[in-house]
Every structure is written in C-alpha cells, then in structure tokens.
C-alpha cells in the first residue's frame, strides 16, 4: 500500500489516525498549516502532485465552540469549503481514488428524532448557532457522492457523535462540555471548593466517543472493501454514523468527572442557565451492521482523559 496523506494531523482526531496508522505501520504524509495552507488551491494542487498519496483522509477543518460560530458565520462557511473542495478535487485530479471524509453530527436538523438516523439528512431546519459550519460539513459529504458518480472514485464520509479525549481543547471559555467539566472539577478540588455549579438542569442527555474510537471507526469504514461499503450504503446517502449508541445525562456525566477528579463537594444544577437540546444521540445501527462498535467505556475514557489533561497542564492553551 502507497502512503496515505493525513489532513489535519495536528488536531485531536487526525492525531489519533495518524498514531493508529503508524502502529500499523503504514506509511504516511502530513503538513502543518504552516506548511501547506489547504484553502490555497494552487498549493494543495502542487502538494498533491509532488507526493502522489494512495489515498486521503480529510481531518481537516476550522472548529470553534458556540462562540466562534456566531462571531466569525463568514470564516467557517468560507475555510472549510474551501478545504474540502481543494483537497477532494485535488485528489481527484492527482489520480487519488481512496478518500474518507470527517465530518459532524451537527449535519443534522435541530429538531431531528432520537436516535438521529443517516436519513434525517436534509429534512429540517439547522441549529441556527453552527449553521454555516454544518452547511460546510454537508458540502463536504455530497461534494464525495458527486465525484464518486461521476468519476467512480471511492471517497466515503463519516459523521461522529461528541469526541473527547488526549488532545482536547481544555480552554476555560473555547471547550465544549466535558474537558469543560474535567477543569472545573479539577481546579475545584485542587482548591477545595465547597460546591461546582454546572448550567441547567442536569437532565439534557448527551453522547460522548472517545477518539481513539473515532480513529478505529475510521480506519474500519476506510478498510472495507468496495462491495460491503456500497452495500451498506445508498449513492446519495452514503455518510455513516459513528458513536456508542448510547448516552448519559449532564448530571451524570458531572457525577462521573468529579469521582473521576477527587472532588467531594456538592454538584448544584443553576437552572436559571438554558439546557440546549434535550437530547442528541446518533443511531449507528448502518456501522454495527457493518461489524464495528465502540470499545472503550466512558468512565475508563474520562479517566485516560484526565490523567492526559494532568501531564499537559502547563501547556499554555490550556
């Protein structure tokens, strides 16, 4: 097998598949941003001449929390087609017939049914906040339909459910809820603090994969030959679902982290603070179906999770 070019190396998830390629040892190619700028399609053009990968995966992608959603709607449209529309194409035209494309879960419409189905796909209003970046992610899924219709490439797109793990953002103000947890329960029994509030009620129900997880899901869908993929899959509904199927509530989820962390005061709910989504799980039946299923639990995730979060501390983003 040639060597596989890795988009987006440096981020939680592209971390994760490279290393597991790696332990593999199946060679790879990487860039940082610095390096190669995947919005400039001229540069992703050259790259891709010069290396000639076998195949591409797209982990790439401009991310941000709820914030950066709503302040920059024009950057996150924008830098992630750009991305996926210079990386796809340019595959293509290097003669690249092998792709798999990361995508999210926020594909979904707000008000999709539990478990979201692949099939929920275009059948509602979005989550205004991300929008734009879902309008992207979707792109990103049929831009692969389109050149495997027309050109008969193989490029397949996976959509994961709330990733944590070694890598995460734990930024105070940027991270998404549990590294949010795991340092606020952190500094609070570092300083001994009476009680942790945590917005809402504790009753929204959520989803969480660990991302090595995601890494081996991706490899897995990445792996299977043609004939079980399309067969799996519709032409124009090809994108899989991957998570754990199953989900914990807020509260529980705080439980689980200040157990985890050594904190041993009160968790009080602030229901003055809004909940979200009651609840967001994804249907990931087409994946089992396949054979793959998560592996790692929760609570030894959390776990693994922290103790990362404890070694990188002193790194300055977080």
Not at 44 to 49: H, L, Y
């Amino acid at each position: 097998m040639g060597k596989i070019f890795v988009a987006g190396h440096r981020g939680m998830v592209g971390g994760a598949i490279l290393r597991q390629l790696q332990a593999r040892g199946v060679g790879t190619v990487t860039r940082s941003r610095a390096d190669l700028d995947l919005t400039d399609q001229a540069a992703v053009r050259a790259f891709m001449a010069e290396e000639r990968p076998e195949a591409v995966i797209l982990a790439a992608a401009k991310v941000g929390g709820i914030h950066a959603n709503n302040s920059y709607p024009a950057e996150f449209i924008r830098d992630n087609l750009a991305i996926e529309l210079n990386v796809i194409h340019e595959a293509w035209a290097a003669g690249v017939r092998r792709l798999l494309f990361l995508g999210s879960s926020c594909i979904y419409p707000r008000e999709a049914a539990q478990p979201m189905r692949e099939d929920a796909l275009l059948t509602g209003t979005l989550e205004p906040t991300n929008e734009p970046y879902a309008i992207a992610k979707i792109a990103g899924i049929k831009i692969c339909e389109s050149y495997n219709r027309q050109y008969g490439t193989d490029y397949r797109s996976v959509m994961p459910t709330n990733l944590y793990g070694p890598g995460d953002n734990f930024h105070p103000e940027n991270s998404h809820v549990l590294p949010a947890l795991i340092r606020r329960f952190h500094e609070a029994a570092r300083d001994g603090r009476a009680e942790v509030v945590i917005w809402g009620s504790g009753t929204p129900r959520r989803e969480f994969l660990h991302v090595d997880d995601m890494a081996a899901a991706s490899l897995f869908v990445m792996d299977l030959d043609r004939a079980s993929y399309e067969a799996n899959t519709r032409p124009m509904l090809s994108h899989i679902n991957v998570g754990t199927g199953t989900d914990v509530s807020i509260l529980e989820l705080a439980r689980m982290v200040a157990e985890v962390t050594g904190f041993r005061g009160a968790i009080r709910c602030d229901t003055t603070k809004p909940d979200g989504t009651p609840r967001k799980l994804m249907d990931v039946s087409r994946l089992r179906d396949m054979g793959w299923q998560a592996r790692i639990d929760l609570r030894d995730g959390i776990e693994e999770t922290y103790r990362w979060f404890l070694d990188h501390a002193e790194d300055a983003r977080l």
